[in-house]
């Protein structure tokens, strides 16, 4: 699942339109696969198309999914860290990729925000997953919590970009297969 392009596009991309230009064909991929999988345990073909992936595709492909979604707002990145951190391989394979990419700084931000959810008895799995968008509304001293976490979030995020897009670029194998 190597993305092709000329070396001349490569060199040219600048850094977030390389990352995307590295994580948009993937996305299809997934999607196309979950739309197409028969049973009703799309899981499974999760798995395999994660297994397909190289370490750095796998580590540029969750943060970016999680990113797309918990960047929108605040009461999204509650509602979609809860999420992800419910989903204990996922929210994992994140912290794994951002070990792999070198971000400390990220890193540090996901284990505040599970410290946080954790303290507020956030489910550790999908089965008891009852968090709402709400729940920020009817907690204000959740919100005291997360509110602080969201800016450092948006602030953090941009240099993650940054970091992915220069290791997509110094190690473009594991990512772009050149063709001229």
């Not at 345990?41 to 540029?60: C, H, M, W």
Request: charged share 25%; aromatic share 16%.
């Amino acid at each position: 699942m190597i993305v092709k392009m000329t070396r001349r596009e490569f060199n040219s991309l600048p850094q977030e339109a390389l990352y995307k230009a590295c994580f948009e064909p993937l996305l299809l991929v997934y999607k196309s696969r979950v739309v197409e999988q028969i049973t009703k345990n799309d899981s499974i073909v999760k798995e395999q198309f994660y297994k397909q992936l190289t370490n750095g595709q796998r580590a540029l492909f969750v943060f970016q999914v999680y990113y797309e979604h918990a960047s929108n707002s605040m009461v999204e990145f509650y509602w979609w860290s809860a999420y992800f951190m419910a989903q204990p391989k996922i929210w994992s394979a994140m912290k794994i990729g951002l070990q792999y990419f070198g971000d400390d700084a990220m890193l540090r931000l996901l284990e505040e925000i599970e410290e946080v959810l954790k303290r507020y008895n956030h489910p550790s799995s999908l089965e008891k997953f009852t968090v709402t968008r709400e729940d920020l509304d009817n907690n204000r001293e959740l919100l005291a919590f997360i509110s602080p976490l969201y800016g450092k979030f948006d602030e953090t995020a941009f240099l993650t970009i940054k970091i992915i897009s220069e290791y997509v670029r110094n190690n473009q194998r594991e990512f772009v297969q050149i063709e001229d």
